[in-house]
């Protein structure tokens, strides 16, 4: 990442608080009003937690940040058979490259009416991996801009 994008990011990261994209995503896929205090009182790591709880399973998973889109596919459950089909058609060496190499090209994979893919760092060694439906793309891209790879 160039250096002018890391400083972006990081000052967008210190503006906005670390949480905030946390709480926002939540807020996007139906969090209730319990779970989002709980986690605008939790620390960053459990903050974390929370939301990938409330969402594993239906709107993403979350993989090592050495995952390739093989990796994500095996981790994937709740892609749909054409979400499934979508990212199965891509060439070979981008299926096995690791997936901070190439976000574009895995994101440009699924079009609408199909969920969107999107990639989110973590505070840890690992990314999340979200599936958004077309209607929440640009909230999730607005509330994700300085986390989404």
């Not at 905030?20 to 960053?44: C, P, W, Y």
């Not at 749909?80 to 490259?97: G, I, M």
Request: glycine share 4%; net charge negative; with cysteine.
């Amino acid at each position: 990442m160039p250096f002018v994008s890391w400083l972006k990011r990081s000052f967008g990261r210190a503006a906005e608080g670390t949480k905030a994209h946390l709480v926002g995503t939540a807020q996007l896929f139906g969090a209730d009003a319990i779970l989002l205090e709980r986690m605008k009182s939790a620390s960053n790591e459990e903050s974390e937690r929370l939301l990938f709880e409330s969402i594993d399973g239906r709107h993403g998973a979350e993989v090592d940040w050495r995952a390739s889109l093989e990796d994500i596919l095996e981790n994937l459950e709740c892609l749909s058979d054409q979400e499934r089909d979508a990212l199965t058609k891509v060439p070979a060496k981008l299926a096995k490259q690791r997936i901070y190499e190439v976000p574009r090209q895995l994101t440009e994979l699924l079009q609408p009416p199909l969920r969107a893919l999107r990639i989110v760092e973590t505070f840890g060694d690992s990314y999340f991996i979200f599936l958004v439906p077309p209607q929440l793309v640009e909230a999730f891209d607005r509330t994700n801009k300085h986390w989404t790879i």
